[in-house]
């Protein structure tokens, strides 16, 4: 059974660091490109960063520029979130999501992944 599996979240204040990871199970997800995406209650599940198998290539939304930095470490079979100036409009649920296949692209849409964690609650306060 494949799991991932979040951790990391807090509460913290505006300016504050989080760092969040992603422990994968049940399968190697080297060669798979992994994301971070978050929820807000009350809106949609949107694009955060995601990073290539390799951990070469990385795309973050603009919001987060500068400020987030996504990595991996596949020998773990782990990805990370560093979130830096965290901001309260950072405040969500945050989930970290697999590709739909080994090999296979994935980027800013939630329907370009097929695995998904349970997700970390991140409250920024003011």
């Known amino acids: 059974q494949v799991q991932l599996v979040e951790s990391g979240g807090g509460l913290v204040q505006a300016g504050g660091s989080l760092r969040l990871s992603c422990a994968a199970s049940?399968?190697?997800?080297?060669?798979?490109?992994m994301g971070w995406f978050r929820q807000a209650p009350g809106k949609d599940r949107d694009f955060v960063a995601c990073?290539?198998?390799?951990?070469?290539?990385?795309l973050y939304t603009d919001s987060v520029k500068g400020r987030f930095t996504i990595s991996r470490d596949n020998a773990k079979n782990t990805v990370y979130l560093q979130m830096n100036s965290l901001k309260p409009e950072d405040t969500a649920v945050y989930y970290c999501?697999?590709?739909?296949?080994?090999?296979?692209?994935?980027?800013?849409?939630?329907?370009?992944?097929?695995?998904w964690g349970r997700g970390t609650q991140v409250t920024v306060s003011s």
């Open positions: 999501a697999g590709a739909r296949g080994p090999y296979l692209s994935a980027g800013r849409s939630v329907s370009q992944y097929g695995y």
């Open positions: 049940g399968r190697t997800f080297t060669n798979y490109a």
């Open positions: 990073i290539n198998s390799a951990g070469v290539n990385t």
